[in-house]
């Protein structure tokens, strides 16, 4: 059976809104000024390119490892941070979202609320399959060549000659397609931005090992861990198929980073992967890696096959891109299929990877006042998988990184055998946490207002 729900999408452009309203404008391309054929010619954006980095330095907080050198632009304060504002101050977004209301919900977890009206007034309802999380790219529906170039805030790619180099007013190369850094005028969060890789390839939203690896870098680049990146999967509530990341600053904890995990193994490459524990949401933890390509190809490869075996799933890349969470998902079939209650409906929240992260963007007033841990955990809950249908998830995830090159030797034998023991041990401290959790007095007072 076909799978369809109703929602109000996230309008991550201006034009999303107007696509097939004015395709006859004459003049100037199509008036737009946007990424297609009609408008390219001639167009410039800054470019940033970054060097490669291979090794993980592990002595200091597990940061990538850079060289000492000065870059010629500090990559998040002055350009990205100083672009996003220049569009602000253009009147480019669709609010300020400077002046939402933002609290930590009282509870050990500390989840995060905010109250954001404006990001789902005067927006049409469409028609959003959740049923295939790979679906073929559409050109005639919206997708990020469409946009203005206005949004774009600059070019992302690696040096050509191994050094950090910024242009700031480069040549748009459609020969070679470029990755950019683009506005979301709907923004969550301080910096709201799109990484797009390969922007006029037109690839569809799954990821593969080249984009994951470009995320990795940008959040290395950024170099601040209150910056993350997230990923939506088709049906795990990514509203455009055309390949994206998300990220934003948020200078506070996600409950999910401080979640206790469980180790499951550590691969031939030194990627350790861990099983989250006593959290909501049920996921996988990665972490390590000799080198950095170790890390994205064991994470990009687990994601994969997700996309392969059609289970939505949502990505986080925290910590400079040190820690990195996949989570499986099921709140969209479950919605689909009329299993979640009119109450969590009634919220309007789709829980997507910032949500499951523990930062709940909220549409109602009500909704934020009564916010407590209790009902951010209700809601979470029902995102995640079954136990027991996580385990299956689990056991296809280790199948995939033991056959895809990340595992060898013993550890390629041996990696679904510690799964399965270290499962056995998890089921006792689940079964534990459970009960503690359940058995909790969460507080009404004593919230801290994030300035």
Same mark, same amino acid.
């Given at each position: ?98 002046? *939402? ?100 390839? *037109? ?116 910590? *400079? ?125 004593? *919230?801290?207002?994030?300035?």
């Amino acid at each position: 059976m076909m799978l369809r729900i109703k929602r109000v999408p996230t309008v991550l452009s201006n034009y999303q809104k107007e696509e097939g309203e004015e395709g006859s404008r004459r003049g100037g391309g199509c008036g737009r000024n946007c990424l297609q054929n009609c408008c390219l010619q001639g167009a410039r954006l800054p470019l940033y390119t970054f060097k490669k980095v291979d090794r993980i330095n592990t002595e200091q907080k597990d940061v990538f490892e850079h060289d000492k050198s000065e870059p010629p632009v500090a990559f998040l304060n002055s350009l990205l941070f100083g672009e996003w504002e220049d569009r602000m101050q253009r009147g480019l977004f669709r609010y300020d979202v400077t002046t *939402c209301e933002t609290k930590v919900i009282p509870g050990r977890n500390g989840f995060i609320a905010q109250l954001n009206e404006g990001r789902h007034l005067k927006k049409r309802p469409t028609e959003f399959r959740v049923d295939k999380v790979l679906q073929p790219f559409d050109g005639n529906k919206f997708n990020f060549t469409k946009v203005g170039q206005e949004e774009i805030l600059f070019q992302f790619g690696e040096s050509e000659d191994g050094e950090v180099k910024f242009f700031p007013d480069a040549t748009i190369d459609a020969e070679n397609s470029p990755s950019v850094v683009a506005i979301n005028v709907s923004p969550i969060e301080y910096g709201h931005v799109l990484l797009i890789p390969r922007v006029l390839d *037109c690839l569809p939203q799954r990821i593969d090992r080249d984009s994951f690896l470009l995320a990795l870098h940008m959040a290395s680049e950024a170099g601040d861990p209150y910056f993350r990146l997230g990923y939506n999967s088709l049906g795990a509530f990514a509203t455009i198929n055309h390949l994206h990341f998300q990220a934003y600053y948020l200078t506070v904890p996600f409950p999910i980073e401080k979640a206790s995990t469980k180790k499951i193994t550590t691969l031939d490459g030194g990627v350790k992967i861990s099983e989250l524990v006593n959290y909501p949401v049920r996921g996988l933890f990665f972490e390590g890696g000799n080198a950095l390509k170790d890390l994205s190809n064991t994470v990009s490869d687990a994601c994969i096959c997700l996309q392969e075996n059609n289970i939505p799933y949502n990505v986080l890349i925290a910590d *400079c891109g040190n820690h990195i969470f996949v989570l499986p998902q099921c709140y969209a079939e479950k919605q689909a299929l009329g299993e979640v209650s009119s109450e969590l409906l009634d919220t309007q929240v789709n829980p997507a990877v910032w949500e499951i992260s523990g930062h709940m963007v909220l549409k109602r007033k009500k909704d934020y006042e009564e916010a407590s841990e209790e009902n951010a955990w209700r809601l979470l809950a029902e995102v995640s998988l079954s136990e027991e249908r996580f385990q299956e998830v689990n056991a296809l995830i280790f199948e995939a990184i033991s056959y895809s090159g990340n595992c060898s030797g013993t550890d390629s034998e041996n990696v679904l055998e510690d799964a399965i023991v270290e499962h056995q041990s998890l089921e006792e401290v689940n079964a534990i946490n459970e009960n503690s959790h359940s058995a909790m007095v969460t507080g009404s007072q004593g *919230c801290l207002v994030l300035q």
